[in-house]
């Protein structure tokens, strides 16, 4: 009996990430709709009827990496203040240019993100940011994966105004897009710092209420931790325990600096993280302890922060410096090992998100978002250890294809629902004003 199918990989190494940990050599995978009908060794079955084949001989297929922690605008603010610290940074630079910003430049500088991640093997993001639905809506014409959330504070928002109009906000966020196949929405308080005690209740009585994930940035910096203790009498993180914040539907950004007790009540509360490695050694913050994070059953995923605290939203870059700098801040070699690193960019990014059901590896029922990348390259030969070429030597221009919730969004490098030219002059045109507003 034939079995009909949209799409057919075929003939490529198949890497599937489940729990298992198969590998196919070669291996096939089936796609009907928004997701994967069949993965397996061999040639695919003779009753497999596709309507279009991709011949993957030579190409490694994978799930696609998931980017827990970004601020996709801020593409517009790459370069502009390097080489400072945190709250100089914040206060002096982005605090600043953000305030000018407005809707139409949240939403070109998002598209340049998409681009930048499609093209880099990402499939789906957890931003926080301004004018969020313009977010959403970049998110969704390009085809991508994205939990978004409009970032509260306790001063005006040049997107809503007072903090008031920010909760409405985020309830029509909510409401719109809480069905939506792409489009996951959060609540998302920026921080303790910037953050009142009653902005964090009614935030949490929302996440409750509405069933969504509340997101923050939390102990990002011994600074962040020295000013909490002189406002609450209280570390950022016994702050929120206080307040009754802690729990399985907060998802912490960085948490750089946290004592063991406070990993344990991470724990004990099952607080999801997401690492930040390269934002957090470019700002001079320090290591978040992830080894320890992980040893204690933390689901913590692996994200790139903003294009301004980083320079770029390439997963697999993230991915290197995550093994390399935790090996060296433990003097051990063997912490972090690739496939450690490579799980929580996508098995572990997504159970840190909520969708560890939808994706983060390749198996029947799962969300089609799937990447193939050409392994036919100098840096990659010869091949021992697949986990090991990924996290060290890969760098997301091999990935030449890219396919999310079953729709083909880039085929031999070319992303198929963006206008790269288009976008990049408009998103010069908004760096030319940024620069006369600082």
């Not at 903090?163 to 069905?179: N, P, W």
């Not at 953050?195 to 209420?209: I, N, S, T």
Request: overall charge negative; hydrophobic content about 40%.
């Amino acid at each position: 009996m034939e079995t009909a199918c949209d799409i057919l990989i075929k003939s490529g190494a198949v890497l599937t990430l489940d729990d298992r940990g198969n590998t196919y050599q070669p291996g096939y995978l089936a796609i009907t709709g928004d997701a994967i009908t069949d993965v397996g060794p061999g040639e695919p079955p003779s009753h497999l009827k596709p309507k279009y084949v991709i011949p993957a001989q030579g190409h490694l297929v994978m799930p696609g990496l998931i980017n827990a922690h970004t601020h996709a605008a801020m593409t517009l603010f790459r370069g502009l203040a390097d080489d400072l610290p945190l709250m100089e940074w914040l206060n002096n630079y982005i605090f600043p240019g953000e305030a000018r910003l407005d809707g139409h430049a949240v939403y070109i500088g998002s598209l340049l993100a998409c681009l930048e991640m499609i093209k880099s093997g990402t499939t789906t993001f957890c931003d926080m940011y301004l004018f969020e639905k313009e977010v959403a809506r970049a998110a969704e014409q390009a085809g991508i994966r994205a939990v978004v959330g409009e970032v509260i504070y306790d001063f005006p928002s040049p997107n809503y105004g007072p903090i008031e109009r920010g909760f409405d906000y985020t309830l029509e966020l909510i409401q719109e897009y809480k069905s939506h196949d792409l489009i996951t929405p959060a609540i998302e308080p920026h921080s303790v710092y910037t953050c009142g005690e009653d902005l964090f209740l009614k935030a949490m009585d929302m996440a409750r209420r509405e069933n969504v994930m509340m997101i923050t940035h939390l102990s990002e910096s011994e600074a962040e931790v020295a000013q909490s203790l002189e406002q609450h009498g209280a570390t950022p993180i016994r702050h929120l325990e206080r307040l009754g914040v802690l729990g399985p539907h907060l998802l912490a950004d960085h948490v750089v600096a946290v004592s063991d007790d406070e990993l344990d009540l991470l724990a004990e509360r099952q607080v999801r993280v997401a690492h930040n490695p390269e934002s957090n050694m470019k700002l001079a913050n320090g290591v978040a302890p992830v080894p320890k994070m992980l040893q204690r059953g933390m689901a913590v995923g692996l994200g790139t922060d903003g294009c301004a605290s980083n320079n770029n939203l390439n997963m697999f870059q993230e991915m290197d410096i995550a093994a390399k700098l935790h090996k060296l801040a433990t003097k051990d070699p063997t912490v972090m090992g690739a496939g450690t690193v490579l799980d929580m960019a996508t098995n572990g990014s997504a159970a840190a998100l909520g969708l560890a059901h939808q994706i983060g590896s390749l198996e029947k029922g799962k969300k089609a978002d799937v990447i193939i990348l050409d392994m036919d390259h100098p840096h990659l030969t010869p091949l021992y250890n697949l986990s090991s070429h990924l996290v060290y030597s890969a760098t997301g221009g091999e990935v030449t294809t890219v396919i999310i919730n079953g729709r083909l969004v880039m085929e031999n490098g070319r992303v198929l629902t963006l206008d790269q030219d288009a976008i990049m002059a408009e998103a010069r045109a908004i760096g030319t004003k940024i620069k006369t507003w600082l």
